[in-house]
């Protein structure tokens, strides 16, 4: 149990479909993260979120709009995806920003698109 | 950008070999980190260095950050089928004023009973 939860686990979806990824956590932490990780690439920060404000933004695609209601939430909105977006989706969370804070990482959302 | 480059790529080895695995890079980084992840799991972390030159040991694993904080090694001793997973090193470079952890590709681990 790492304390971050992700769903749904797996996940079918057309291109012209619209569908949410929520990730939960139950650690106190103040800083929240999506990855994206693709087979044969490295992990690719998406989104940070520290304290419920986006701080960093890594030229996403605006196909995927993120989303932090509070601190132990978030979101991750899909529409008019492309099948190239096909990969696993890892939200993470950490105590704070510092550098050798320990990022904790969910199950992961395995997103297909079809 | 900075990269980081881990080998090899895969690794296959029978259980109680020792093998060592290696994240380099050509640029400095302020911490740096080593995750393994296991099939349909999110990584998890294994350590964190900070010090140039610094050793650390979690039982069977031993992790070196290099000198000059640009590099680091994984060696495991007597490997044994649990052991088997994605290695991730990910760098940070807090100085950047980023809070992005740069990860590799990662190593690919099989050990065979």
């Known amino acids: 149990e790492t304390g971050v939860t992700q769903t749904p686990r797996h996940l079918v979806m057309g291109m012209t479909n619209k569908k949410s990824l929520k990730c939960e956590q139950h650690?106190?932490?103040?800083?929240m993260y999506w990855y994206k990780q693709s087979a044969k690439k490295p992990l690719e920060l998406m989104f940070v979120?520290?304290?419920?404000?986006?701080?960093e933004n890594n030229s996403v695609p605006s196909r995927f709009s993120p989303e932090c209601p509070n601190s132990s939430h978030l979101f991750l909105h899909l529409h008019t995806l492309q099948p190239e977006d096909s990969a696993l989706y890892l939200c993470?969370?950490?105590?704070?920003?510092?550098?050798?804070?320990?990022?904790?990482f969910g199950q992961g959302t395995r997103l297909t698109v079809v | 950008t900075q990269l980081l480059e881990q080998s090899p790529q895969f690794l296959s080895i029978q259980e109680g070999e020792n093998l060592t695995v290696y994240c380099n890079s050509s640029?400095?980084?302020?911490?740096l980190q080593w995750y393994r992840q296991e099939p349909g799991e999110g990584p998890v972390l294994l350590v964190t260095?900070?010090?140039?030159?610094e050793v650390k040991k979690l039982k069977r694993l031993t992790f070196q950050f290099g000198d000059a904080r640009k590099d680091s090694s994984l060696h495991i001793t007597a490997a044994q089928p649990g052991d088997t997973g994605l290695y991730l090193c990910?760098?940070?470079?807090?100085?950047?004023?980023?809070?992005?952890?740069?990860f590799g590709k990662g190593t690919k681990l099989s050990v065979i009973p």
């Open positions: 993470a969370s950490s105590q704070d920003l510092k550098g050798d804070t320990e990022a904790f």
């Open positions: 990910a760098g940070m470079d807090s100085g950047a004023g980023s809070y992005q952890l740069t």
């Open positions: 260095v900070v010090t140039g030159g």
């Open positions: 979120y520290s304290l419920e404000e986006r701080v």
């Open positions: 640029s400095v980084f302020s911490s």
């Open positions: 650690l106190g932490h103040n800083a």
